[in-house]
């Protein structure tokens, strides 16, 4: 999985950079990363419900932020946890756009390891940027 755990964000925090060679893997990274923050095991998460997004935002970190937002306003009010299927990212009309698809199922305890309970994700430490190799965000949920 490309991302990895930083070591230095607050201890009510946890903080992860993610990566992919396109803007959309690295989106995925991210959400996979959010997802494992929340469930120990996010493979145990079966995708027996569905739902989209559709984004629109001025900033690119901007929608990174309202994007992982997705996955934890699922967990809150429909007690489901969601894996991404699909992602689409682009700009135009000067801002940037998203469309995703969700796959997922209800929480239960007796399935799913509990690791963590994200209430938000943060601004702080927030990027999203080109490399020579893809792209990179760094995030910091709130726990």
């Known amino acids: 999985m490309p991302f990895e755990s930083l070591t230095d ?11 992919g060679a396109t803007l959309e893997e690295c989106f995925r990274s991210a959400a996979d990363a959010t997802l494992a923050v929340m469930v120990a095991d996010p493979a ?12 629109r935002r001025e900033s690119l970190d901007m929608l990174l932020v309202a994007f992982l937002e997705e996955i934890v306003f699922f967990k809150d009010a429909e007690s489901l946890f969601l894996r991404l299927q699909t992602v689409t990212v682009g700009s135009g009309d000067g801002a940037w756009h998203l469309e995703a698809t969700w796959a997922g199922e209800t929480i239960d305890p007796r399935v799913h390891i509990l690791s963590g309970d ?3 994700v943060t601004l702080h430490r927030l990027s999203i940027f080109e ?13």
Request: hydrophobic residues 45%; glycine residues 6%; without cysteine.
């Open 44 to 55: 145990n998460v079966r995708p027996i419900v569905q739902r989209r997004t559709n984004l």
């Open 118 to 120: 994200v209430k938000a």
């Open 9 to 19: 964000a607050p201890t009510s925090d946890v903080g992860f950079v993610a990566s």
């Open 131 to 143: 490399t020579d190799n893809g792209w990179q965000a760094t995030v910091v949920l709130d726990v």
